[in-house]
């Protein structure tokens, strides 16, 4: 008769666990864009509501209000994109990002 078999020895728990790091990073950036997208735009926004003119009806003040949240983020897209691109490059290379820092 042969010896029973055992079984393989168990690692530690530390760092075997899920770490979920890319999905992370993704969904920092999706917050660091529409936050810079939303600051950029902000001020065009505030003066287009301002100068927004009392309405007829409901559809036409949703075609003004449209109009003026492209005409807020017309070429300001690009400027939010690279800032939350910097953003991230930062916070990732800093360790100050939550859920990152042990990485």
Known sequence: MSAPLRPPPRRSGVGSGFRPGFTLYL?????F???FA????????LEGLRSLPPAESIEAE?????RIARHALAGRLPLALLAALAAIGIGGYARVLPGLRDR
């Open 27 to 31: 969904l920092y950036f999706f917050a």
């Open 62 to 66: 949703r075609e003004a209000g449209a």
């Open 33 to 35: 864009f529409v936050f």
């Open 38 to 45: 939303l600051l950029l735009a902000l001020p065009a926004l």
